[in-house]
């Protein structure tokens, strides 16, 4: 099984631009999760979803959207890039209550200039 | 203000000796909670998770629960020098799904 997919691994953005964070699984979970990582630090909620068609604020939504449209899919969004969201991204699922492991992708690195 | 706490680090511990990493939370409703292990620019993996109060075993990991003191922590026995990594403590506030993270704890464990 591949387990949690993102896409890209990498991305420099100039201060402004947009683009779209992939992640996919292919566990069937129902609950997924996008956190951020500053160096040092620990990671931070964005956004999370407890199904098709559900999602939730975070700690830290603001520049962010999400949607969740398929059981398997759960794209973030950066609609006006800033250098504020420098930082390491990984999508994350599990299947829930009361079995929360959460199983992680590979993260992606975006640095924003 | 709900939030997860961890001292940062680094602490060193010699090899061969037991690594003891503390956590507290702020929510008292919380029911469930998480140590996951992250090698430097790798993802985050679970080591072990606790819902009860008093210890869980598992190999060279205890994890440690007091809910009434709203502490969590891990001891690391026999540390070996794979195990230098960074700790997150992980919170499953009062059961709304979301999970939260501490800022980690950086461990270093020497030869």
Same mark, same amino acid.
């Given at each position: 099984n591949a387990g949690v997919t993102q896409t890209p691994k990498f991305r420099i953005l100039k201060?402004?631009?947009?683009?779209?964070?992939?992640?996919?699984?292919?566990? *069937?979970? *129902?609950y997924m999760y996008w956190y951020r990582?500053?160096?040092?630090? !620990?990671?931070?909620l964005i956004y999370y979803s407890?199904?098709?068609g559900i999602t939730d604020k975070g700690e830290v939504p603001n520049g962010y959207n999400v949607s969740r449209s398929t059981t398997e899919d759960f794209p973030l969004r950066l609609e006006l890039a800033a250098p504020s969201q420098t930082s390491v991204y990984f999508c994350a699922s599990s299947l829930g209550v009361p079995n929360e492991k959460l199983f992680f !992708?590979? !993260?992606t690195q975006l640095s924003v200039l | 203000q709900k939030e997860v706490e961890q001292n940062s680090g680094p602490l060193s511990v010699?090899?061969?000796?037991?690594a003891s990493l503390n956590c507290t939370y702020s929510d008292r409703g919380s029911q #469930? @909670? @998480?140590? %996951?292990?992250?090698y430097?620019?790798? #993802?985050?993996?679970?080591?072990? @998770?606790? %819902?009860s109060n008093g210890d869980k075993e598992d190999g060279r990991f205890t994890a440690q629960l007091n809910k009434a003191s709203q502490y969590v922590s891990l001891l690391i026995r026999d540390s070996q020098p794979s195990d230098s990594a960074t700790y997150l403590c992980a919170v499953n506030m009062n059961r709304d799904d979301k999970i939260i993270f501490g800022k980690g704890t950086r461990l270093h464990i020497l030869p």
């Open positions: 201060i402004g631009q947009s683009m779209t964070l992939q992640c996919t699984q292919d566990m *069937n979970h *129902n990582q500053d160096p040092g630090m !620990g990671l931070k407890v199904g098709a !992708g590979s !993260g | 010699p090899e061969g000796a037991i #469930s @909670f @998480f140590w %996951y292990r992250q430097s620019g790798k #993802s985050p993996e679970l080591i072990m @998770f606790i %819902y």
